[in-house]
Structure formats: structure tokens, C-alpha cells
């Protein structure tokens, strides 16, 4: 029998070859007739998606990209929802050859031009609600050049996605970039300077299906549904690539998140295998509403953040299985986790996120050195690059200096910037972070983006934000600020800080609370002590 390792290198093996495909390896391999996604509208209507529609569809809005110019490496970047429209998209983005940009529909216009300007970017498909986000503006230029593609009516120059679906333009030929070639630009956040691209190749895709076969156990028989926003890592990753690349049926619920809709979709779907994050989970216990009976769930997945056991014992007691933390980076995607393939599956450590999956090396170093720390010891959580196969990140586009950062002179060691420890036999105990980033909900959040918002304002001086916990999100934004010199603090600043954050980035990292101070806590060559902040925080509230 065929170890989880030696499955893991065959992975990797088609996946990074030289003449790797995208396209075949995420489409056209499988039957034509395989459902690939079922979509799911609000109203729980739904409409199944073939291997071999995708296979057409994605060839047609190809063929009309290719017609207007674009081609391999071209960046092609997606503001969209869950839909069939966002997956045909996906697909003849790869099929050229060319790169796609997630966007996060919460994103405000900064968040979005810094994305995708400076890097080529050749066109946008957007839906209907998210279109004024790209109107020409203090952020967004008015010749950026890129091409607008609608999937609504279009107008004012737009493309709409149905007319070029309907265009009788020559399908290409699928193009191999080869396992180094880049499939996805995906942005995360750190605690200085702005959010850095990561590129993902398509030997990437290796790490991604070995995750759902071994981390999910995602098998043909099940009503697959994960939960996340596609304009996130796990999403992306793990609702539409890695079951593209298993040739396995995933739900795509095409609606906003509530909890009476997903009791709905878990009961009328028959899902046997959900993975969403904690803020879910607690939303769902907090919902008051009553379990269904004919929930036919087998297994339950979390990621993003640090699952706390009472939702696990929750989970137990509700559904009769316990919820199974996994834990990974937009760098590296998944590679710890309480794994629920029978070749992995072990019994379940509260606070633990599990052991490092097949293909990756994870170990914990000591504070102050590469040195192993020892069982039990709180260090500093990386991978061992000589042991890690399926690792796909080797630096971050155009920063050569901020990815100098993530890796040891030998270039030996990833640090993935958190702390944790590890047992004897191999589990690892997530402790902090030690770069400051900030997880609401799923949501990596750098501090430094909601700092440079906050100080836009013409009464703020400095600012600060660090994380604190909170019940439903696991953590929310809370801001330390210093204003100028004759403006007033209150109610009425905090206001009007709130609603700045939110139209500079994203309607979910405005700050929840602004605390207003005389000086911000610093070290000697003046950078911030957050953690000084955070230990405020928890003398003011001990229990939370």
C-alpha cells in the first residue's frame, strides 16, 4: 500500500512537471459528465456544473480574452461571489495561461487598486453589486487600462460576461506553463508595509490536493461544502482548486452567510463533509435554532484560526462528530492538521491544531536560534525546507527583502512568523503570533493597513491596532490613538475613524473599539510594542 508520503511526491509529481497543464489537470481529466459544482442560490434553488460544461464554458470566455489581447502571465483578477460565472472565469483565466487575482468582495477601492495596479493587470470580472468599487477615483486611475467585464448588463464601456460567453471567436488551445508556472496572485497581510503578493504555481496544486484527500478526506461519495470566501486563501483553495483537482463534486453556496440559511443548505443538501471557520461554528451555536434531524454529516473541518475546545465539545454534542482544526498560511497552504483521512485520523487534542500533513515538515525553534526547541517548548513555528516537498512558496513577487525575511540565510527554514509548541509524539499547540497579524473570523488583517487608514484622518497623530478576543470572531480590531495637537477626542472621532477605515479598506477591519491615548508605547528605535497594548487590553478585560 501506497504510504500518505510517497502519495504526496506522485502529487508532486504531475503537478510540477514540466508540460503541467492547468487545465487538463483541473478539468479536462475527469469525466465530462462528473458533477464538479453544485450552486446554490439563496433560495436554495440549485444548478449542477459539469466537468465537461466547464470545459466549454471556460473555452468561450478564453477564446473572447484571447481575442482582446491577453494571453499567458497576463493577470486577470475576479471581484466576485460564489458562482458558476466565478468558476467558468477561473478556468479560462488558467486555460491561457494567465494569472487570476483574487479580490475580496469586502475590500474598499484602496484595497482593491493596490492589488491590481503595478502588476499588469489586463482585466476584472465583477459582478453587478461590486462594479462601483472600480469607478475612476483618488485610488482606482482613470486610464488603468484594463478591460471591465460585467455579469450583469453592461454599459459605459463594460464587456458583459453572457455576451462573451455568446462570441463566435476560435477557442485556444489550452496552454501548459509548466509546474513553476504562476496560477494565482493572491495577497496576504503582515504587520509592516503593505499586503505582499504571493505567487502560487501550479505545483501548488499538489499541496492543495493533498490537503483535501488527506486533511479533509474528501471522497467521491460526499456532499462536499466549504464554507469560505473564494476571495480568501481556503476558499480559493479549498472550494474550487483542490476539488477541481480531485475531480470531487464541492457545493457553492451563491448567497451571504447566515445561520438559518446554512442549517438550510446543510439539511436540504445532505452535506456529509462541511469546513468553514470557527466564527461559523460559534454563529451556529448561538443561532438558537433548533438541530435539524436529518443532518447526515460525517465530518467537520476548521481553519483560519485557532478553534477553542467549546466549540469542539459543541460540535460533538450537536452533531455527534467533534470538529477538526487544521492550520496554514496563504504561503504554504494547509500543512498541520487533525487529519481525517483512515491512514491519518487520530483522536482529537483540544487546543491542539493537529501534526504536520504528508509532504510537509513542521517543527518548533527556539526563540533566539534555529535550534529545535524542545517538547513542550513555546518556540517559534517553521517548516524544514529539506523535508518539505509539497511546500510551494519561494518568495513574495517584487520584495526581495520582505522575503529574505521568511527565510533562513541557508535558506534551511520557512518562519511562518507564529508560536506554538510541540509534544513529543508530534502535536502542535498554536500560542500567538509573534508578527502581530490579527485573525477576525478567518481574516488575516495586517495592523499596518488599519494604521495607515486610521492616520489619514487630519486629528489623528499616531495609531495603533492589535487584536482582542471576542466571542464570535475569535478576535476583533481594537485601535490606540494619539490625536493632534488642538483636535477633540469622543464619540464623534470614533465615528468618523469607523466609517474611514471602512471606506479605505474593508467593511470588516474597521476598529470596534478606538481607545484615545497620550503616547503610544515604543522601543528605543521607536517601532511600536503591540504586545505592551495587547497586555493593556488584558488588564482592563482579565476574562476575556
Known amino acids: 500500500m501506497t504510504s500518505p508520503e510517497q502519495t504526496a511526491l506522485d502529487l508532486l509529481a504531475g503537478y510540477g512537471a514540466p508540460d503541467a497543464c492547468a487545465l487538463d489537470l483541473l478539468c479536462r481529466r475527469h469525466p465530462a459528465d462528473a458533477i464538479a459544482f453544485t450552486v446554490v442560490e439563496a433560495d436554495l434553488t440549485s444548478r449542477d456544473l459539469t466537468f465537461g460544461e466547464l470545459d466549454e464554458l471556460s473555452g468561450r470566455f478564453a477564446a473572447a480574452l484571447a481575442a482582446r489581447g491577453i494571453g499567458a502571465g497576463d493577470r486577470v483578477a475576479t471581484l466576485m461571489g460564489k458562482s458558476a460565472e466565478l468558476v467558468v472565469a477561473l478556468l479560462?483565466?488558467?486555460?491561457?495561461?494567465?494569472?487570476?487575482?483574487?479580490?475580496?468582495?469586502?475590500?474598499?477601492?484602496?484595497?482593491?487598486?493596490?492589488?491590481?495596479?503595478?502588476?499588469?493587470?489586463?482585466?476584472?470580472?465583477?459582478?453587478?453589486?461590486?462594479?462601483?468599487?472600480?469607478?475612476?477615483?483618488?485610488?482606482?486611475p482613470a486610464d488603468a487600462g484594463w478591460l471591465v467585464v460585467t455579469t450583469g448588463e453592461a454599459g459605459g464601456g463594460d464587456l458583459a460576461f453572457a455576451d462573451l460567453l455568446a462570441e463566435d471567436s476560435p477557442v485556444p488551445e489550452p496552454v501548459a506553463v509548466g509546474g513553476e508556472g504562476t496560477l494565482i496572485e493572491l495577497f496576504t497581510s503582515g504587520t509592516t508595509g503593505t499586503p505582499k503578493a504571493v505567487p502560487v504555481p501550479v505545483r501548488g496544486l499538489a499541496g492543495l490536493h493533498s490537503y483535501q484527500h488527506f486533511g479533509l478526506d474528501h471522497t467521491a461519495e460526499d456532499v462536499f461544502w466549504n464554507a469560505a470566501d473564494p476571495g480568501w486563501a481556503y476558499g480559493l483553495y479549498f472550494a474550487i482548486s483542490a476539488p477541481l483537482a480531485m475531480?470531487?463534486?464541492?457545493?457553492?453556496?451563491?448567497?451571504?452567510?447566515?445561520?438559518?440559511?446554512?442549517?438550510?443548505?446543510?439539511?436540504?443538501?445532505?452535506?456529509?463533509?462541511?469546513?468553514?471557520?470557527?466564527?461559523?461554528?460559534?454563529?451556529?451555536?448561538?443561532?438558537?435554532?433548533?438541530?435539524?434531524?436529518?443532518?447526515?454529516?460525517?465530518?467537520?473541518?476548521?481553519?483560519?484560526?485557532?478553534?477553542?475546545?467549546?466549540?469542539?465539545?459543541?460540535?460533538?454534542?450537536?452533531?455527534?462528530?467533534?470538529?477538526?482544526?487544521?492550520?496554514?498560511?496563504?504561503?504554504?497552504?494547509?500543512?498541520?492538521?487533525?487529519?481525517?483521512?483512515?491512514?491519518?485520523v487520530a483522536e482529537v487534542r483540544p487546543g491542539s491544531m493537529g501534526r504536520p500533513l504528508p509532504g510537509?515538515?513542521?517543527?518548533?525553534?527556539?526563540?533566539?536560534?534555529?535550534?529545535?526547541?524542545?517538547?513542550?517548548?513555546?518556540?517559534?513555528?517553521?517548516?524544514?525546507?529539506?523535508?518539505?516537498?509539497?511546500?510551494?512558496?519561494?518568495?513574495?513577487?517584487?520584495?526581495?527583502?520582505?522575503?529574505?525575511?521568511?527565510?533562513?540565510?541557508?535558506?534551511?527554514?520557512?518562519?511562518?512568523?507564529?508560536?506554538?509548541?510541540?509534544?513529543?509524539?508530534?502535536?502542535?499547540?498554536?500560542?500567538?503570533?509573534?508578527?502581530?497579524?490579527?485573525?477576525?473570523?478567518?481574516?488575516?488583517?495586517?495592523?499596518?493597513?488599519?494604521?495607515?487608514?486610521?492616520?489619514?484622518?487630519?486629528?489623528?497623530?499616531?495609531?495603533?491596532?492589535?487584536?482582542?478576543?471576542?466571542?464570535?470572531?475569535?478576535?476583533?480590531?481594537?485601535?490606540?490613538?494619539?490625536?493632534?495637537?488642538?483636535?477633540?477626542?469622543?464619540?464623534?472621532?470614533?465615528?468618523?475613524?469607523?466609517?474611514?477605515?471602512?471606506?479605505?479598506?474593508?467593511?470588516?477591519?474597521?476598529?470596534?473599539?478606538?481607545?484615545?491615548?497620550?503616547?503610544?508605547?515604543?522601543?528605543?528605535?521607536g517601532k511600536i510594542q503591540r504586545f505592551l497594548l495587547r497586555e493593556r487590553a488584558r488588564e482592563v478585560s482579565p476574562a476575556s
Not at 484595497?111 to 483618488?138: F, M, S
Not at 469546513?275 to 435539524?292: C, H, I, K, M, W
Not at 533566539?368 to 509539497?390: M, W
Open 360 to 525: 510537509f515538515a513542521v517543527e518548533v525553534l527556539k526563540a533566539g536560534s534555529d535550534e529545535l526547541a524542545g517538547p513542550g517548548e513555546v518556540g517559534r513555528v517553521a517548516v524544514d525546507l529539506a523535508r518539505s516537498p509539497l511546500m510551494p512558496f519561494d518568495g513574495y513577487r517584487d520584495a526581495p527583502e520582505r522575503s529574505a525575511e521568511r527565510f533562513s540565510a541557508d535558506r534551511r527554514w520557512y518562519y511562518t512568523g507564529d508560536v506554538a509548541a510541540k509534544s513529543a509524539d508530534g502535536y502542535l499547540t498554536f500560542g500567538s503570533r509573534d508578527d502581530d497579524v490579527i485573525l477576525m473570523a478567518g481574516y488575516r488583517i495586517g495592523p499596518f493597513e488599519v494604521e495607515s487608514a486610521l492616520v489619514q484622518h487630519p486629528s489623528v497623530a499616531e495609531a495603533a491596532v492589535i487584536g482582542t478576543p471576542d466571542a464570535l470572531r475569535g478576535e476583533v480590531v481594537v485601535a490606540y490613538v494619539v490625536v493632534r495637537d488642538g483636535a477633540e477626542s469622543g464619540d464623534a472621532l470614533t465615528e468618523e475613524l469607523k466609517r474611514l477605515v471602512k471606506s479605505r479598506l474593508a467593511a470588516h477591519v474597521y476598529p470596534r473599539e478606538v481607545h484615545y491615548v497620550t503616547e503610544l508605547p515604543k522601543t528605543p528605535s
Open 92 to 140: 479560462g483565466i488558467w486555460r491561457l495561461g494567465a494569472v487570476h487575482v483574487p479580490l475580496f468582495t469586502a475590500f474598499a477601492p484602496p484595497a482593491i487598486a493596490l492589488r491590481v495596479t503595478g502588476n499588469g493587470t489586463k482585466a476584472i470580472v465583477v459582478d453587478p453589486g461590486q462594479r462601483a468599487k472600480l469607478a475612476p477615483g483618488a485610488d482606482i
Open 247 to 344: 475531480g470531487r463534486r464541492s457545493l457553492l453556496l451563491h448567497a451571504g452567510f447566515s445561520p438559518e440559511l446554512t442549517w438550510q443548505v446543510l439539511t436540504r443538501f445532505r452535506v456529509t463533509n462541511f469546513t468553514a471557520g470557527p466564527t461559523v461554528y460559534r454563529a451556529l451555536r448561538n443561532s438558537g435554532a433548533e438541530v435539524p434531524e436529518a443532518l447526515r454529516l460525517r465530518h467537520l473541518s476548521s481553519a483560519g484560526e485557532p478553534l477553542t475546545p467549546d466549540v469542539i465539545d459543541w460540535a460533538r454534542e450537536t452533531f455527534g462528530v467533534p470538529v477538526r482544526d487544521h492550520y496554514g498560511q496563504t504561503e504554504t497552504g494547509m500543512m498541520v492538521g487533525n487529519a481525517w483521512h483512515p491512514d491519518l
